[in-house]
């Protein structure tokens, strides 16, 4: 192929310290010098990678100490050995969240626990895929994601020994995916409920309290309904 003659002259060109600005061409990345062309084949590239602004998180400068942690010779991770560190500076929106939430998901001190730095087959780069619906019939793998860290069987989210989660989850013709109700990175209330549920394009409260042996939500869902631990309550019958 004439283009890629090109962007292999390119890459000597480079290689011998010539000027790195031809009129017209861009320059070879690391993806596009067909070395690392698998970290963007997957429905989901990231940006950076796309763009071939591998510096952005790695540094090819192997004067340095840093270990290469990676197991690259040339690539070695230098920002910090915490990803979230190498993550946040570009995700202020997350960044913010987490510096402003009281309750934090333990795992998000590394980001790569969830997600994939380069590309990934699953929307927003998750290793595992996890549904963006709200309302879904129960199916395990759709929340692959949550489920290499959790179960469910024993759980806090119950009513005397009714499993609430399950109840929730595989209602018939009505289940619920965890976006319903948790956020992923952090949220204002325990537990990482959500103060909104999305919902058709709305933002409904969820309203939820925690109490010692149990809670308590008044989502737009159903009228206020508690649960207890412990000892059982009945709620009202009906939405
Ligand atoms: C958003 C940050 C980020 C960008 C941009 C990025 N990487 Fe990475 N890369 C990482 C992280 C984090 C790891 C370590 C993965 C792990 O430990 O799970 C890694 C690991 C690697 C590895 C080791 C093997 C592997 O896949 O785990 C290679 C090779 C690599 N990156 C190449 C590249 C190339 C080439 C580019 C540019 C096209 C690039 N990376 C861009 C964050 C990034
Ligand atoms: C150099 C800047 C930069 C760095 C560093 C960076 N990102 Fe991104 N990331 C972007 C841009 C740009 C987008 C696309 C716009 C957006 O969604 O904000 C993006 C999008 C994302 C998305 C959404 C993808 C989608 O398709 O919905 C996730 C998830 C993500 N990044 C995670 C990470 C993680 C994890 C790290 C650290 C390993 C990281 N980012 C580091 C720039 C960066
Ligand atoms: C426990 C798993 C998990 C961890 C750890 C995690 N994320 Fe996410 N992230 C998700 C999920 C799930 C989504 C998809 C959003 C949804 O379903 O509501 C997401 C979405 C995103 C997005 C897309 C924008 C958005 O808010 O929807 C970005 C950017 C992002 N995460 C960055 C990060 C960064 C940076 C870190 C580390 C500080 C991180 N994530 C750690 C699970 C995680
Ligand atoms: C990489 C592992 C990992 C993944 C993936 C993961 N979690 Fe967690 N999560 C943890 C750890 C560790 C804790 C703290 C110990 C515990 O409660 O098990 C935790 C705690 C929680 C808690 C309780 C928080 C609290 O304040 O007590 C909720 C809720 C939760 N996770 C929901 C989710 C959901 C929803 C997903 C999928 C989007 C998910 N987790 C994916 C590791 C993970
Ligand atoms: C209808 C709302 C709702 C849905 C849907 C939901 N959860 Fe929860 N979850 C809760 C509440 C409320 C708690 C807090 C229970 C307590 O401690 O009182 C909780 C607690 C948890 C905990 C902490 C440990 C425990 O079991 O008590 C984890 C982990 C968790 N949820 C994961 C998930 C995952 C994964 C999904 C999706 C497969 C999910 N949740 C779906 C409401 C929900």
């Known amino acids: 192929m004439f283009m890629n003659r090109v962007l292999a002259l390119f890459a000597w ?89 009281p309750h934090k998901h333990p795992p998000v001190s590394d980001c790569t626990g969830c997600h994939q730095p380069h590309s990934s087959p699953n929307r927003a780069l998750l290793k595992e895929p996890f549904t963006d619906k709200i309302h879904v019939e129960f199916d395990e793998k759709l929340f692959a994601l949550c489920f290499q860290c959790h179960t469910l069987d024993e759980t806090q989210f119950r009513n005397g020994e009714k499993n609430l989660h399950f109840f929730h989850l595989q209602d018939k013709g009505k289940g619920r995916s965890c976006r319903a109700c948790h956020e992923p990175h952090a949220s204002a209330n325990p537990k990482l409920i959500r103060q909104w549920m999305p919902y058709q394009g709305l933002l409904l409260p969820i309203r939820f309290e925690a109490t010692k042996t149990g809670g ?15 000892k059982a309550i009945a709620n009202e019958a009906g939405r």
């Open 13 to 101: 060109a480079l290689l011998f310290g010539a000027a790195a600005h031809a009129q017209g061409a861009a320059a070879p990345t690391c993806t596009t010098s067909k070395c690392h062309a698998d970290l963007t084949t997957a429905a989901v590239v990231h940006e950076p990678v796309k763009s071939g602004d591998c510096d952005s998180c790695h540094s090819r400068d192997t004067t340095k100490k840093a270990k290469p942690a990676i197991g690259h010779p040339a690539l070695v991770r230098i920002q910090s050995r915490k990803i979230s560190a190498v993550c946040l500076p570009c995700h202020d929106g997350i960044e913010n969240t987490l510096k402003t939430s």
């Open 216 to 230: 308590r939500c008044a989502a737009a869902c159903h009228g206020a309904k508690r649960y207890d631990r412990v």
